[in-house]
């Protein structure tokens, strides 16, 4: 017998069928004899629906409202799913976060969780019950109701199993596991039956939305046992997430290939290249809880130099709008941007000990005319910025030339 923390995404969790399918799902597990923990998103389209309302009382939403009304979305699947379960004899009952107490910080629509009360968790699970989580949800030390970002009930899933010391944690979703890349872009992609946490953590940081990045911190902090699986297949051991780097010959010099949609690039040129300077661009962005991601600073010459880097699509105007501000004090000669970019990034452990992926990558993006506008490396992923527009090609043919597309 074991302890299993299920979650349940917004398309599993789409319509009165799918969350009957879910709940006979859990029958079959608690047949067996495990204990179970359930965790569900909105259904699918609702957290989006309830954004767009809010922006249409205030453009700019306050963000300790929106958190009341887009953690709503959970509260409505945690009691469809808790009745669906009933009405074939088994005992469940429903929680929201704040019921549990999920304790988060106070960060409205991105609030980290700091401790989990599990008592009426245990007890539920100890009378028999199957305990019915919101996902996405907290609550903080003054009763506020906070969420965790978009895609945080995988977060909410891995912390209860993190908390619960589980088993497993079973992230059941629309694709049967995690792939080679989007199979939505790439039809070839192939899925991964593990993928080392490492490698999960590059992939979901650089875009892949199969899991949020938080709850693969998760999972590495506390060693929790992670598999994403499909809950529109009865069978299927979907995608392990090992701790373990095989020291498996057949492993792939690459694994995966994100990419990330939601970027934006800003350039400042000409400015004094003298100590300081990227403090003094820099800083007022980063006060302004804004992420900068990929930061390129050229060679200075005759005095000046110029810098760019990236922040979220959504920030753009903002930094924009920073930068500006600060531009006669910079000393800079300009201020411009592009918001119609896109990142893509190959990811890999085995680029540890291969040389040659940069050229590969680069070579391979020549060959189609698509120009690199910037680039990043670490031990184990590369990243270009590129035209938005080349987004679904650039991702096809490096899936290719890395041949994802075969089995190792
Ligand atoms: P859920 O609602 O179940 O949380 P999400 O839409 O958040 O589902 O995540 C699943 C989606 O992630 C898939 O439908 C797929 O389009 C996308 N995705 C992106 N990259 C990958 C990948 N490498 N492997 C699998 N799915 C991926
Ligand atoms: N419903 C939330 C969202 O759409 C959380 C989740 O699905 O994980 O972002
Ligand atoms: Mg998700």
Redesign the pocket.
Known sequence: MALIVQKY??TSMGSPERIKSVARRVARYRAQGHEVVVVV??MSGE?NRLIALAKEIQAQPDPRELDVIIST??QVTIGLLSMALKDIGLDARSYTGTQVKILTDSSHTKARIQHIDESAMRTDLKAGRVVVVA??QGVDAEGNITTLG?????TTGVALAAALKADECQIYTDVDGVYTTDPRVVPEARRLKTVTFEEMLEMASLGSKVL?IRSVEFAGKYKVKLRVLSSFQEEGEGTLITFEEEDNMEKAIISGIAFNRDEARINVTGVPDKPGIAYQILGPVADANIDVDMIIQNVGIEGHTDFSFTVPRNDYQKALAILEGVQGHIGAKSISGDDKICKVSVVGVGMRSHVGIASTMFRTLAEEGINIQMISTSEIKISVVLDEKYLELAVRVLHKAFSLDQEP
């Open positions: 995404g917004g998103s909105a957290t979305g959970e996902g996405f978009r895609g945080g009930s995988d949020q």
